[in-house]
């Protein structure tokens, strides 16, 4: 070695120093992970092709428009077995974001309820409710999912349907409620309660300026309660109560009409939303204890009283600590409503496997399936970051 | 010292009083924790009210009503649980259709894991040099022992079942997702760009999908994606899924206790000269791995419970059993709550001692005051 090496300056360089200098080291090390990639996708792609080719199978997402002659029986949009794989998609996607949503909406009140009573000073219920905590967290979703589900189907039979008020139906063939019908007219109440809740935002924000101007409060709550509820219900009366509900009504062997929530939605919904308020309840309550004693005992020098205390100092305070990992547990509950496959809940997992079984396009589906939860994730997350940016503690 | 006028002295202290009457023994531990205030007495009634109606009923349904023996399911009455199968179908809820003149083989592994476990965990053993070594030689003799070779009879992989497979399942992901994780969150802070991207793709992506698309993958696609003459054990396969899974998971974990260190301490390796990874072995992971312990026992347990996920890809594990014995036309009806009890108690026992120990460590490690 005649050559000087200087690493990182003009002189040349000296090919054989080139492990003791980190920098070039990391170029080589990155190229090796690029070429590595790159075999293992080629290997993947060849082999792919080679396999497919030989079991006869054509590849691409055209088999989306072929008629799927199957039914589904749990469906948001119109579905028949006329129609093709892409719709019977879309009516897995859209059924697995119902659960979703519905089970995000329970999971988080249970959670909440839990949480703080899981910090009561009452020893009875706190002990009761750490007990139901601690066995609900421990024990696998998959087994609660199919617990429920089992409880379901073991409820009487139609003809010995629970009934409430004859109105709503409880049986093994789920849950069975009225129907509304929307008549002439609702749609101008409909319209009224969304033109409520923007003035009660407009409200809420002007009543926040002038609080913040003059010092006077104003109740914003009872204003939205009448601007929301109030002047659609009166012009609901006025225009002839257009509303009517489909009851739904007792045939010896079924129920007909009403709407009916199968049992293998309540028993997935009932599941997930325990299982995650379970975990919820423990981050709610994590966020309540992070908040130090003595912003309590300051909101008690000030005159604020106990349920004022808890909405204005405590909650704001233990939302910053509490969002972040509830944004995690509703993407749990999300990814985790596609065990629904095990109860044969029609969401978008257990409909692909049947398009899969059926077409044989196994790596379409799959990557459909994938990508369908990738996208629902990222907004999920995209949602909590921002509602996390907006309430986070703003520092000079 | 006259100067104060309502200055008073006394020559001796006075008697202590006792405490009031309703602050103090039973009537003031009641009066403080179940009726401090008339919202937490209508709470304490409604929750003497949920014991009174439910505990009775179950207690005489799990034991008293229960029918302890009996051939099939219809031996048991329908009040009461039917505990009958338990004789004879316990073992295949520990070892699934493992050949019952091999259960040996099983029990053998798991009290050789213990010292194998102990080693790990902690410092302070007798023979701890060696100890480590045979806790590094453990999953190589565990794999002997089930799997067969060596002059053991081999027992073919889709005859493992029961909560064997969870355990087995389990501890594999445990310990195999430890060290990937640990890479995986070293490349997502890397200075090198490539590596960089390739940890936040992949961590993300499997992070952003379900447990049981991958599991379709490995039983589906993997045979798409291999030569036709490579054939992998489905356990295998589903092993691999699992550790991957959990260790993107597991990286998450790690990130954070990464970044919870110091940047004084990342320059203060760089001082003494340490390369990067001598930095990061000596100086960053041993702070960093012990302040995301927690973290990674919650990791585990939430693997631990995915496990029984292997059910929907048709292999028996404990829930697997369970739901066979429901099926079971000599049973049907019969046991569906108590094969789930059963089941469920296996997991709260593993999961809530593990949730336990992570606590119990949570508290150790926390060094801030309130």
Known sequence: MSKKAAPGGSGGFDISRAWTDERARGVIFQLLLVLG?????????????????????????????????????????????????????????????????????????????????????????????????????????????????????????????????????LNNRGIFLPAPIFEDGSAIVLALILVGVVATVAVRYWARKRQDATGRTFPVGWAGLGLIVGVPLIVYFAVGQPLDFDIPEKKKFNLKGGFNVTPELVALWLALSTYTGAFISEIVRAGILSVSKGQTEAAGALGLRRGLTMRKIILPQALRVIIPPMTSQYLNLTKNSSLAVAIGYQDIVSIGDTILNQSGQALEVISLYMAFYLVLSLLTSAFMNWYNKRIALVER | MTKYAFHRSRAEMLPERAPPLTSTGVIGWVRTNLFSSWLSAVLTVASIAVLALVLPGLIEWAFIDATLTGELGKDCPSEGACWAWLDQRITQFFYGFYPVESYWRVNVCLALLVPALAYMLFDKLPYARYGRWYSLAYPVIAAILLVGGLGLEVIRTDQFGGFMLNLIAGLVGIVLSLPIGILLALGRRSRMPIVRWFSVSFIEFIRGVPLITLLFVAIILLPLFLPPQVTLDQLIRVMIIITLFASAYMAEVIRGGLQAIPNGQYEAGQAMGLGYWQSMRLIILPQALKISIPGIVNTFIGLFKDTTLVIIIGLFDILGQARLLQTNPDWLGKVDYETFLLAALFFFVICFSMSRYSLNLEKRLDTTRR
């Open chain 1, 37 to 169: 990639l790159a075999l293992l996708a080629a290997f993947i792609v060849s082999n792919t092709i080679t396999n497919l080719r030989e079991a006869g199978l054509s590849s691409g997402y055209g088999f989306l428009f072929d008629t799927s002659a199957f039914d589904i029986n749990q469906r948001l949009v119109e579905y028949s077995s006329t129609s093709t794989y892409g719709q019977a998609f879309v009516v897995g996607a859209l059924n697995t974001i119902l659960v979703a949503v519905m089970g995000v909406v329970t999971a988080t009140v249970i959670g909440f309820v839990a949480g703080v009573l899981r910090l009561s000073n009452n020893f009875l219920v706190s002990r009761i409710v750490a007990a139901w905590v601690e066995f609900t967290r421990n024990v696998p979703v998959l087994l609660q999912i199919i617990f429920w589900w089992l409880i379901m189907l073991a409820l009487p039979r139609v003809r010995d349907s629970i009934s409430f008020g004859d109105a709503a139906f």
